[in-house]
């Protein structure tokens, strides 16, 4: 099962800030949050991750809560190409060995519109 | 620096064949994923390889076994197809060491009839 929640479809205007909540209330202290989304028929794409400091990169910004229970990817201002499914994921990466799967849940469908 | 490639990218297979996929890795990436993805639905985990050894398994039955080449490539094969068992197949690799995220490749559709 998924450890995360998200809402099942979003909508945003061209150009405006798109606002993608994620639920992961069980999170452990040594998990990362990690975004990805997935264009229709391609494989997901890496967006961002963090721990427990706000990260902003050239795609997107994630917010995470103080208690690290829930954050936010926003996407400052939004294309008709960032429709996509967007999942947010938890997982643990170890200095070496292995590292814990991410599971996936159904993430969330974001349709930007003109 | 090449990504993550898959191949074939679309197959159709008879009920009860097998089958075999492939994929590469992202340069410098020393583990690769696989996931399976029916339609509507977010990617499921069905194992994963480091180091020629396989470290991870999701729920998926032994007729879905892989392979790691020590070039870091990897092999999913799937014995007695089943009409289920049509879906998307994804490949990710990963650097074991390093927290910057898997590297899907765009995958494989596979359609049993």
């Known amino acids: 099962d998924a450890k995360t929640t998200q809402p099942t479809s979003m909508d945003c205007a061209e150009g405006r800030a798109a606002n993608l909540p994620c639920n992961h209330s069980?999170?452990?202290?040594?998990?990362?949050v990690y975004w990805y989304r997935q264009i229709h028929s391609q494989g997901p794409q890496y967006i961002i991750h963090g721990l427990k400091n706000n990260e902003t990169n050239e795609m997107a910004s994630l917010i995470i809560t103080e208690d690290r229970k829930s954050s936010t990817l926003i996407l400052p201002h939004a294309t008709l190409r960032d429709t996509a499914v967007y999942y947010c994921i938890v997982r643990v990466v170890g200095a070496s060995g292995g590292s814990y799967i991410p599971t996936f849940g159904r993430g969330t469908s974001l349709i930007v519109h003109p | 620096e090449t990504g993550v490639t898959q191949s074939p990218t679309h197959l159709i297979k008879t009920r009860g064949q097998q089958v075999t996929l492939r994929c590469s890795s992202q340069s410098g990436h020393n583990t690769v994923s696989w996931y399976q993805q029916a339609l509507g639905q977010g990617p499921q985990f069905i194992f994963q390889?480091?180091?020629?050894?396989?470290?991870g398994r999701g729920n998926f039955p032994p007729r879905f076994s892989g392979l790691q080449f020590p070039n870091y490539s990897s092999e999913l094969n799937v014995n007695a197809l089943e009409l289920d068992d049509s879906a998307l197949y994804l490949c990710?690799?990963?650097?074991?060491?390093?927290?910057?995220?898997?590297?899907f490749g765009s995958g494989t559709r596979l359609t049993v009839v």
């Open positions: 069980t999170i452990s202290g040594n998990e990362y």
């Open positions: 390889y480091y180091r020629e050894e396989e470290n």
């Open positions: 990710a690799s990963s650097a074991q060491t390093g927290n910057y995220g898997y590297t």
